[in-house]
């Protein structure tokens, strides 16, 4: 079904014409259908989509944050598309049809901008909280002495703990509370964010994201 932009521009399938636009100007083509439309690439190809989009799910808070842009729908976009290309493996066992994949934690990145990303200086797990100092330095534009902070925790089959604000550059340190389902190891994530900056959304508000490790 094709779509109407506030401009009055179509893109989508009508029947058998398809509509889009390129810089500003409509187009209209027939539409062809594909001649195998489930090939094995195809398949291979929405697995690491359906991967992808399963595994940032739980991550959903951190990168409406993280990837600044304007709408929850370009960010997932721009966030997936960083993922497809460079922290998936595949996990599909040898003589079977179905694919699978899994992204690779050390390669997730919640974050993607233009403040220093934070320099953990230490992180220190004791039963039910984490505890985290970062380097106070402020260096150059567009760091911030507000820049704030922003940790994710995650162990596989729970929804990761995102928590915005752990603490200010300023202030060094902070903690994060992880619930009793975070019985076994924890992957921790961390990056700066600015929402003091500016209103509008732009990467000099926020910094890429560090993976901190195992706790």
């Known amino acids: 079904m094709a779509k109407v932009s506030k401009n009055g521009m179509f893109s989508g399938r009508v029947g058998n014409l398809v509509y889009y636009v390129i ?3 409509q187009y209209v083509r027939a539409y062809t259908k594909p001649k195998n439309p489930n090939t094995k690439a195809q398949q291979r190809h929405r697995s690491k ?6 595994f940032l799910g739980n991550f959903k808070k951190a990168i409406l944050i993280g990837y600044q842009n304007e709408g929850p729908g370009i960010a997932f976009g721009q966030a997936t598309k960083y993922h497809l290309a460079n922290a998936l493996r595949e996990t599909t066992p040898a003589g079977t049809q179905d ?15 233009h403040i220093s990303p934070p320099d953990i200086l230490t992180c220190i797990r004791a039963v039910d909280t984490i505890s985290m100092t970062w380097n106070e330095k402020l260096g150059q534009v567009p760091n911030r002495q507000t820049d704030i902070v922003a940790t994710a925790a995650w162990v596989p089959g729970e929804r990761a703990i995102v928590q915005l604000h752990t603490g200010s550059r300023s202030g060094g340190s902070g903690h994060i509370k992880l619930p009793p389902a975070f019985t076994g190891q924890v992957h921790v994530w961390a990056f700066y964010w600015n929402g003091e900056k500016s ?17």
Request: some cysteine.
């Open 23 to 25: 810089n500003g100007i």
């Open 49 to 54: 989509i359906k991967a992808c989009g399963n």
């Open 99 to 113: 694919f699978s994949f899994d992204l690779i934690p050390e390669k997730l990145k919640l974050s993607c901008g």
């Open 199 to 215: 209103i509008k959304p732009s990467e000099d508000n926020v910094s890429d994201s560090v993976y901190v490790g195992i706790f």
